[in-house]
Nanobody, 118 residues
Framework: QVQLQESGPGLAKPSQTLSLTCSVSGASMTTSIYAWSWIRQPPGKGVEWMGAMGADGSTYYSPSLKSRTFISRDTSKNQFSLQLSSVTPEDTAVYYC??????????WGKGTLVTVSS
């Protein structure tokens, strides 16, 4: 059974870098048909795809967030991470990690709320 679990601080201050980690079990991040995404949903707003990492380590970012987003991984731990720099209160959201394939995102973590506030 594939499971994803987000972890990280629930509070960030403006201008800081938000860092989250997704721990994956039941699937290998290096299996070629999958990519691993970060998605967020601000309160009262829609879901926003932020970026993804492919099985070969290649990365893809939303154009609107590309300048502030960095996705990395630790294959020895089967984890991938998100860093979002220069955060503002508008970055307050529930952050999700998910697995994707050619048909869409098939497994999601439960999400973690990150609040940006001074």
């Amino acid at each position: 059974q594939v499971q994803l679990q987000e972890s990280g601080p629930g509070l960030a201050k403006p201008s800081q870098t938000l860092s989250l980690t997704c721990s994956v079990s039941g699937a290998s991040m290096t299996t070629s048909i999958y990519a691993w995404s970060w998605i967020r949903q601000p309160p009262g707003k829609g879901v926003e795809w932020m970026g993804a990492m492919g099985a070969d380590g290649s990365t893809y970012y939303s154009p609107s967030l590309k300048s502030r987003t960095f996705i990395s991984r630790d294959t020895s731990k089967n984890q991938f991470s998100l860093q979002l720099s220069s955060v503002t209160p508008e970055d307050t959201a529930v952050y999700y990690c998910a697995r994707g394939n050619n048909y869409g995102l098939d497994y999601w973590g439960k999400g973690t709320l990150v609040t940006v506030s001074s």
